[in-house]
Antibody, heavy 115, light 108 residues
Framework: TLKESGPVLVKPTETLTLTCTVS??????????VSWIRQPPGKALEWLAHIFSNDESSYSTSLKSRLTISRDTSRSQVVLIMTDMDPVDTATYYC?????????WGQGTTVTISS | EIVLTQSPGILSLSPGERATLSCRASQSVAGAYLAWYQQKPGQAPRLLIYGTSSRAAGIPDRFSGSGSGTDFTLTINRLEPEDFAVYYC??????????FGPGTKVDI
């Protein structure tokens, strides 16, 4: 399973830190990786960032300058940091495991950007 | 940068009918790494199809995927009431690493 955690409300210009805690598999498993994906209300899914089992990472082209993904294998956690938050970043943020597609998703955490 | 387009935006059908959903890529999808997801309101997406045509674990065989290159299709035979949802295609491996399509809503 995967479970997201983080703040519900963030002010504009602040930095968002989200944590994905995984269980039932290892972040070091070479067959798998973990991505962050978001979905604004009523809109489509948007991929944000991915971390591989070898600790390499990949980012959305449009958001790359604002994103950092990292992992703590000992805690089975993947962390996403997103800077300079704006109201348009209001969304449900999901973490998901990639293994033959995104086969396991967290329940999502809704983040609202508002002053 | 690869872009996915899905059509139609909304598909209005009745239970028992067949649904045919299209996903078109702006360039060839590397290694046929094309997946389909189903999402119902208030829920996380669920993986249906990976590698263009392989069903994920527990997915009924009324769901099937096909295609190659830039054109892919999700077919749902004999729609069940629980199949009315939004469906997304997603590619893996091209630049950017992952891309989702805008979705097709299958409506009653």
């Amino acid at each position: 399973t995967l479970k997201e955690s983080g703040p519900v409300l963030v002010k504009p210009t602040e930095t968002l830190t989200l944590t994905c805690t995984v269980s039932g598999f290892s972040l070091s498993d070479a067959r798998m990786g973990v991505s962050w994906i978001r979905q604004p209300p009523g809109k489509a899914l948007e991929w944000l960032a991915h971390i591989f089992s070898n600790d390499e990472s990949s980012y959305s082209t449009s958001l790359k300058s604002r994103l950092t993904i990292s992992r703590d294998t000992s805690r089975s956690q993947v962390v996403l940091i997103m800077t300079d938050m704006d109201p348009v970043d209001t969304a449900t943020y999901y973490c998901a495991r990639i293994f033959r597609g995104f086969d396991i998703w967290g329940q999502g955490t809704t983040v609202t950007i508002s002053s | 940068e690869i872009v996915l387009t899905q059509s139609p935006g909304i598909l209005s059908l009745s239970p028992g009918e067949r649904a045919t959903l299209s996903c078109r890529a702006s360039q060839s999808v590397a290694g046929a790494y094309l997946a389909w997801y189903q999402q119902k309101p208030g829920q996380a997406p669920r993986l249906l199809i990976y590698g263009t045509s392989s069903r994920a674990a527990g997915i009924p065989d009324r769901f099937s995927g096909s295609g190659s290159g830039t054109d892919f299709t999700l077919t749902i035979n004999r729609l069940e009431p629980e199949d009315f949802a939004v469906y997304y295609c997603q590619q893996y491996g091209s630049s950017p690493l992952f891309t989702f399509g805008p979705g097709t809503k299958v409506d009653i």
